[in-house]
């Protein structure tokens, strides 16, 4: 399987971003799709994650509320919707299907 990763930018706080992530090959409508973020200095964190079906969802905490992840089966793509973003928010986000890790894109959130 591989990721590609796109949407990231440059926005300032209270702004939005959709991030998406292609998969490639036929497996990625059977597996749990996610999304984690890294800040230089600090450990890959989880940010939220949906199932194979679309049944369930996880968020961290920090982005309950702010953030929606949801999939596209027949487009091998998950994404991230970012709302009322914030500073703390900036960081590298990388998605996740089965293990496998797509490039990472940038979000920087300005004050």
């Known amino acids: 399987v591989q990721l590609q990763a796109s949407g990231g930018g440059f926005v300032q706080a209270g702004g939005s971003l959709t991030l998406a992530c292609l998969a490639s090959g036929r497996t990625f409508p059977y597996y749990i799709a996610g999304w984690f973020r890294q800040t230089p200095g600090k450990e890959r964190e989880f940010v939220a994650s949906v199932s194979d079906d679309s049944t369930v969802t996880r968020y961290a905490d920090s982005v309950k509320g702010r953030f929606t992840v949801d999939r596209d089966n027949t487009k091998n793509t998950v994404f991230l919707r970012m709302n009322d973003l914030i500073p703390e928010d900036t960081a590298v986000y990388y998605c996740?299907?089965?293990?496998?890790w797509g490039q990472g894109t940038q979000v920087t959130v300005s004050s």
């Open positions: 996740s299907v089965h293990s496998y």
